[in-house]
């Protein structure tokens, strides 16, 4: 075991009501502007700081203003990484930092409540990097008394941080490494004798730093995107095991439970709630196929002819022998399946298109079991089958050949995956090639392969067509971590009045119908006032599915259960500048690495048209709608640089190298 510095932060072990969470002591960073400092409620206002290098553990209390400014999640992690990652450092080196995030209302008794944020200089892109995942791992964390922990440096043999009621320590992982991430969880609860110990972990992927390996949790959750877990591998960080006992106090318990009784007495009524619950993320497959929108042999095209094996129907009546829900949520949106006698967490519908349409494959039992493999190893699925696409797409074409690949023969629908994805995550022959993404593959094929090649930014687009709903176009183009669908809400939730979504963000001034297809003023003011709405849910670590316009618990109710949790006066107003400070940093981190207009850009295959699917969109729309939103943002049309006046208006410092 190496150095610790055990840390007691006051938990009350009594549950909430009965006790108290005081955390006393001065925070010599602390800005309170003004009469007594205030003690956090709600929230245990404590971030755990964890130097590999070094082998230390400190604990850093940045005091309400900073909670108040940043929330959590996705705003804590692009506060630390611009603060504290170099420029140009290396994000598989040891200056690269690690944010581990939940929030001020991580852990409510609310359903959604639930989410981490992981963040870092990602490996794929080269640029802030962020992925988020559902499950127990916020929860706990608050329940031991942080919000957040903070990676910085790189240990020189494996370890696992433990986390538990105020204490932190490193341990040994030197027996950890190498194993899949279900004999991880299961080896680190035995050896703390602990099973309700919460982990996050990398499998081999993360340590053979694959630019796309993920975070997982529960075995089933992953923080997917960016290639986080080729950091934890790369400061051979196996796994952030918590266990905690105590609860927050709250300012207004009754009002938080009030909102958790509403949610569990209505949720079956609203129509996109239940369908979650009765088919999962498998349920959109079929609407996507038949309007023209499903990812098809490497998004060449809309519809594919063997949907119907995959759709959530057909899932549900052949492999699905259970639900399984996140921390305080019934929805249970989540679906566990039989495999070799084992029940293991079942695929979502980005990995059964991206290995089923987007592979030219109507297997869905091959598909689970790629699932399982990828959540084992510890590979992106998204990522993993785009790149398998492009590597098909090029073989077909004759830019590679078996020579290249090893043997393996690439034709869509007999795509060898399982075969592949364990090359993939030891690095092993083709698998070295695929390890490295989709960009950086198709640089090395050369010649059209990069045209081909779906991913902005480096980071392999996700399972929604941006060509029959162009925010999800904006939102590839214009995330700071790339092709990511979860960045707003999608524009074709709200193509009429009188349905249900449209009806629910009338609190963000939003109350006209959008045209999916429009890529006009009025489309880019829609989008880029909902991006803001997810980067708050995504600081607050708040589900998208349980929240409106998704789902079922509206914008005002969020408002109040933070003012319920922490007892602030807060608003709508105030939340949303978190989320678009969130946002803003994220920006700033990237035009600091270099990149700019240029990167905010859509891959060639959208241009074109897809086939059974939409027309392609057309490039010079695109980019009048891409300034418009630079001009919305209050950011250099010419540059995407944030100008200084809308940091002002957030109440951020202005960089001296933004100038
Ligand atoms: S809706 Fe699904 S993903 Fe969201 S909190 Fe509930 S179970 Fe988790």
């Known amino acids: 075991m190496q150095q610790s510095t055990p840390e007691t932060c006051g938990l009350s072990r009594e549950g909430p009501g009965q006790g108290g969470h005081r955390v006393h002591g001065e925070s010599p960073g602390d800005e309170w502007y003004g009469g007594a400092k205030p003690v956090p409620v709600g929230y245990a206002g404590r971030v755990l700081r964890v130097d590999l290098t070094e082998g230390r553990v400190t604990v850093e209390e940045p005091g309400e203003k900073f909670y108040r400014m940043f929330l959590g999640g996705k705003g804590f992690a692009g506060h630390y990484l611009?603060?504290?990652?170099?420029?140009?450092?290396?994000?598989?080196?040891?200056?690269?930092?690690?944010?581990?995030?939940?929030?001020?209302?991580?852990?409510?008794?609310?359903?959604?409540?639930?989410?981490?944020?992981?963040?870092?200089?990602?490996?794929?892109?080269?640029?802030?990097?962020?992925?988020?995942?559902g499950g127990y791992l916020a929860p706990e964390l608050k329940f031991a008394g942080f919000e957040a922990v903070v990676v910085t440096g790189a240990s020189d043999r494996p370890v696992y941080l433990f986390v538990h009621d105020g204490r932190a320590e490193i341990r040994d992982a030197s027996r950890l490494w190498g194993l899949g991430t279900f004999a991880t969880e299961r080896a680190i609860r035995e050896e703390l004798g602990d099973a309700r110990v919460r982990v996050a972990c990398i499998g081999p992927a993360g340590e053979n730093l694959v630019r796309y390996a993920c975070v997982m949790h529960e075995g089933r959750n992953a923080a997917g995107r960016c290639g986080l877990g080729a950091v934890m591998g790369s400061k051979r960080l196996k796994a952030v095991a918590v266990r905690g006992t105590g609860r927050p106090e709250l300012a207004?318990?009754?009002?938080?439970?009030?909102?958790?009784?509403?949610?569990?007495?209505?949720?079956?009524?609203?129509?996109?709630?239940?369908?979650?619950?009765?088919?999962?993320?498998?349920?959109?497959?079929?609407?996507?196929?038949?309007?023209?929108?499903?990812?098809?042999?490497?998004?060449?095209?809309?519809?594919?002819?063997?949907?119907?094996?995959?759709?959530?129907?057909?899932?549900?009546?052949?492999?699905?022998?259970?639900?399984?829900?996140?921390?305080?949520?019934?929805?249970?949106?989540?679906?566990?399946?039989?495999?070799?006698?084992?029940?293991?967490?079942?695929?979502?519908?980005?990995?059964?298109?991206?290995?089923?349409?987007?592979?030219?494959?109507?297997?869905?039992?091959?598909?689970?079991?790629?699932?399982r493999l990828c959540n084992d190893l510890g590979l992106d699925t998204i990522s993993t089958g785009v790149t398998l696409a492009l590597a098909t797409e090029c073989f077909e074409r004759g830019l590679i050949t078996a020579s290249d690949t090893g043997g393996v023969q690439l034709r869509f629908g007999r795509v060898p995956a399982r075969e592949l994805v364990e090359l993939i995550a030891r690095r092993e022959g083709f698998g070295a090639e695929l390890a490295e993404g989709a960009r950086r593959l198709a640089g090395r094929i050369g010649g059209v392969a990069p045209s081909l090649a779906v991913e902005v930014k480096g980071l392999e687009a996700a399972m929604h067509d941006p060509r029959g709903k162009v925010s999800v176009g904006l939102g590839y183009a214009l995330a700071a971590h790339g092709a990511d669908h979860m960045v707003a809400a999608h524009d074709t939730m709200f193509l009429k009045r009188g349905v249900y979504a449209l009806d629910r963000i009338a609190p963000f001034g939003l109350l006209d119908p959008v045209d999916a297809r429009d890529l006009g003023p009025a489309k880019v003011r829609h989008f880029a006032t909902l991006e803001i709405w997810w980067d708050t849910l995504k600081s607050l670590g708040v589900c998208f599915f349980c929240v409106a316009p998704r789902s079922l618990l509206p914008v005002g109710m969020v408002v109040d259960s933070v003012r319920y949790a922490t007892g602030w006066e807060t608003s709508l107003y105030e939340l949303m500048q978190a989320g678009e400070r969130a946002n803003v940093q994220a920006r700033l981190f990237n035009c600091r690495e270099g990149l700019g207009v240029a990167d905010d850009r859509l891959p060639a295959r959208f241009a074109e048209d897809a086939a059974g699917g939409h027309p392609g969109i057309d490039g010079a729309a695109f980019a009048e709608a891409r300034r418009t939103y630079y001009e919305l943002r209050g950011w250099d049309p010419d540059t995407g640089r944030p100008r200084a006046a809308a940091l002002h208006r957030l109440g951020l410092p202005v960089p001296g190298w933004l100038s």
Do not use: Q
């Open 82 to 133: 611009l603060e504290e990652v170099p420029a140009g450092a290396d994000a598989l080196g040891p200056e690269n930092v690690l944010v581990f995030a939940g929030s001020v209302v991580s852990g409510l008794p609310i359903p959604g409540y639930s989410r981490f944020t992981v963040a870092a200089k990602s490996p794929l892109t080269g640029g802030y990097g962020e992925a988020e995942a």
């Open 252 to 371: 207004d318990r009754e009002g938080v439970l009030g909102i958790a009784r509403w949610f569990r007495d209505h949720y079956r009524d609203n129509p996109l709630t239940r369908a979650l619950h009765d088919l999962g993320t498998a349920g959109l497959l079929g609407g996507l196929n038949a309007s023209g929108m499903l990812p098809t042999r490497n998004f060449s095209a809309g519809s594919f002819e063997g949907w119907e094996a995959l759709s959530g129907e057909a899932y549900e009546k052949r492999f699905v022998v259970g639900r399984w829900g996140c921390y305080a949520c019934p929805v249970r949106c989540k679906r566990t399946v039989r495999l070799g006698g084992v029940e293991v967490g079942g695929p979502e519908y980005e990995t059964i298109a991206a290995f089923g349409s987007n592979l030219g494959s109507d297997d869905l039992g091959s598909i689970l079991e790629v699932n």
